[in-house]
């Protein structure tokens, strides 16, 4: 009964102020469309940057062994280190927290050609994990290199998206196909699918040539690996597997387990927690902006309602008069400022979704990436309108409730 009463109320004063009511709404759904579509694009901006970094591998750690900075047992410093694929093996055996783990080799500005092309390219030599943990995934009807390429030396190459462009042309299946590695016949067995990557620490891999290390080491003679590339088992126990990385390899070739410059390290996931806390702290921000902007919303529902008091108030005075409750005419300003509120929520959020939805259509995912609406950020924003329905419809409910009728209708 009362929400049918303060239904044809609200109604009533619709039709005779339609436009105060349209502007009303609309601050709240400029401002609910602002706080969404603000997140929104914060949120896929931080999925477009994680996807990028992630091209590189996903929490992986590169390290390679340089010189020692520190005396140790007699040792003097500046002896070089040189880790080789039997310390792969080692490490793999040795470190339970070691998830993947793989040499590196590498050969820059090799020759390769097909038919009357040749082209200029880096060579790596790497073990099956590698791909994996590079995220150098192949495309359909080709693959990564096995087991078996390693054992018996086989001469295939895995090649980067862009080499496999510039070298056989736009739309060639390459898979199968005979090229020359510095003079040596090798078969592609596969083609990297094209990747997001903004990092690298020897050239984009879309542009290298990845052979097996085996091979790599019969053709070319390497004995001493360039980088060792490893994930743990479980991230956040990242630092106790880098550290015994290092403790090992101590052990083994006599140099402090403390020294940082005899085995260096890229850790990828110290990139990853810097942009998860920038993000959130940037997220925040654009939450705090819009919010500001809801707020300012808020503040023209508050003064309307303030308005439509002052409007109403003999007619206050008269259902208090006849006995209505000081609850009821609350409720009435509620009710009356939560519809409002709601209207207004509902258009932005609708406004919003249709801009999400039709934004990736424009082409602009590899530079911001898709604007996502998630549960987050529905629950802040409706978090944030539902307080602010509440405080601009409570007030001036107050007010009018406070009222004495013979007060009222003498104004």
């Given amino acids: 009964m009362y929400l049918r009463n303060y239904l044809r109320q609200f109604l009533r004063d619709v039709r005779a102020q339609k436009l105060r009511l349209f502007l009303t709404v609309f601050g709240l759904v400029w401002g609910t469309a602002a706080v969404t579509l603000m997140l929104a694009f914060g949120e896929g901006l931080h999925r477009q940057v994680l996807v990028a970094q992630k091209g590189l591998g996903d929490a992986i750690v590169i ?102 462009i510039d070298l056989f042309g736009e739309g060639v299946d390459a898979v199968g196909e005979k090229v020359r590695i510095d003079g040596s016949p090798f078969t592609v067995i596969g083609v990297m699918v094209q990747k997001e990557q903004d990092s690298s620490y020897s050239g984009r891999d879309k542009d290298k040539a990845m052979i097996p290390s085996t091979t790599f080491r019969a053709i070319y003679g390497s004995k001493y690996i360039e980088n060792l590339i490893f994930q743990a088992k479980d991230v956040q126990k990242i630092e106790s597997v880098k550290k015994a990385v290092i403790a090992t390899a101590a052990n083994k070739y006599r140099f402090d387990p403390t020294d940082e410059e005899a085995i260096q390290m890229w850790d990828t996931t110290e990139g990853t927690k810097f942009l998860d806390t920038f993000f959130l702290v940037f997220r925040g921000f654009l939450g705090i902006v819009g919010a500001l902007t809801l707020v300012v919303g808020g503040i023209g529902v508050s003064n309307i309602m303030n308005v439509v008091v002052e409007e109403r108030t003999k007619e206050i005075g008269i259902k208090m008069a006849l006995g209505a409750k000081r609850r009821y005419v609350i409720g009435q300003f509620l009710f009356e400022t939560l519809l409002i509120t709601i209207v207004g929520g509902i258009a932005g959020f609708l406004i919003s979704w249709g801009i999400c939805a039709a934004f990736p259509s424009l082409g602009f995912q590899e530079f911001i990436g898709d604007p996502r609406i998630s549960f987050q950020v529905a629950a802040i924003t409706t978090t944030i309108l539902g307080a602010i329905g509440l405080l601009a419809g409570y007030f001036p409910a107050r007010t009018a409730a406070n009222l004495r009728p013979v007060e009222a209708l003498r104004m």
Avoid: C, H
């Fill in 63 to 164: 390290a390679w062994p340089s010189r020692t900075s520190k005396p140790w047992q007699g040792l003097p410093r500046g002896r070089r280190i040189q880790l080789t694929d039997e310390d792969v093996t080692l490490l793999r055996t040795e470190i339970e927290g070691i998830k993947n783990i793989s040499e590196e080799y590498s050969q820059d500005g090799a020759r390769i050609t097909y038919g009357k092309k040749a082209l200029s390219v880096d060579i790596s030599g790497s073990n099956v994990e590698f791909g994996s943990m590079r995220s150098m995934n192949p495309q359909e009807g080709g693959r990564y290199l096995n087991q078996l390429d390693l054992d018996e030396r086989r001469r295939v190459v895995f090649l980067g998206d862009q080499l496999t």
